[in-house]
C-alpha cells in the first residue's frame, strides 16, 4: 500500500532501498523557503542500522503489509519463547530478546498477538488487562483522596506497578 512522504508515523513499517524499515521518530518541517518534509529517523529490521530520511509531501513510501495472528502462550527456556495457533496447533519458538521485559508478564496460555512480516515474527502484543498477583502495597496516605494518585505495588514477578506502567525491581 502506497502511502504519501507527510503521512509516515512513529511505529509504520515501511519498505524502502530494498529493505524494511521501522519508522522511529517523524517531525513533519515546514521551512519558510521551500516546500514541507517529513524528517524521519528508520531502523532497518534486517540490519539493524539507522538512517535519517527526508520525505516530501509528493513522495510515495511503500508500506509493508503485516499479518497479525493471536496465539496462546505454552513456555519459555533457554531457547526462547513457545507459542501455539489455537487454529491448527502449530508451535513457533521466537527469541526472548523480541520480547523484553513483556516476556515478565507472560503465564501459561495467555492469548497474545503476533505480527508477522514474510513469516517473521516482528512484535508480541500483550492483551491489555493481564491479572497479576499483588504481594505488598505501601500504607494509605491520608488526604490524597481528593484527586487520583497512584501507589505502588510490589507483584510476585517483580515489578513495581506504577498506574499504567511497569518498572523493573532489581534485588
Request: with cysteine; aromatic share 12%; hydrophobic share 35%.
Amino acid at each position: 500500500m502506497k502511502i504519501q512522504g507527510n503521512e509516515i508515523k512513529p511505529g509504520m513499517i515501511i519498505e524502502y532501498n530494498n529493505d524494511h524499515w521501522t519508522v522511529l521518530k517523524a517531525q513533519h518541517v515546514k521551512p519558510g523557503k521551500g516546500g514541507a518534509f517529513n524528517q524521519v529517523e528508520l531502523k532497518s529490521l534486517t540490519k539493524g542500522t539507522k538512517l535519517n530520511q527526508r520525505f516530501r509531501s509528493s513522495e510515495n513510501v511503500e508500506r509493508a503489509q503485516l499479518e497479525e495472528k493471536e496465539f496462546n502462550f505454552l513456555y519459555s527456556d533457554d531457547g526462547g519463547c513457545f507459542f501455539m495457533d489455537p487454529e491448527n496447533f502449530e508451535q513457533i519458538s521466537i527469541k526472548k530478546n523480541l520480547l523484553g521485559d513483556k516476556l515478565k508478564l507472560l503465564t501459561e496460555n495467555l492469548k497474545v498477538t503476533i505480527s508477522f512480516l514474510e513469516d517473521n515474527p516482528l512484535s508480541v502484543d500483550l492483551p491489555t488487562n493481564i491479572e497479576c498477583e499483588i504481594e505488598s502495597t505501601d500504607g494509605v496516605v491520608k488526604g490524597q483522596t481528593a484527586a487520583s494518585s497512584y501507589k505502588p505495588a510490589k507483584l510476585k514477578k517483580w515489578f513495581k506497578y506504577y498506574g499504567s506502567a511497569f518498572y523493573r525491581k532489581w534485588k
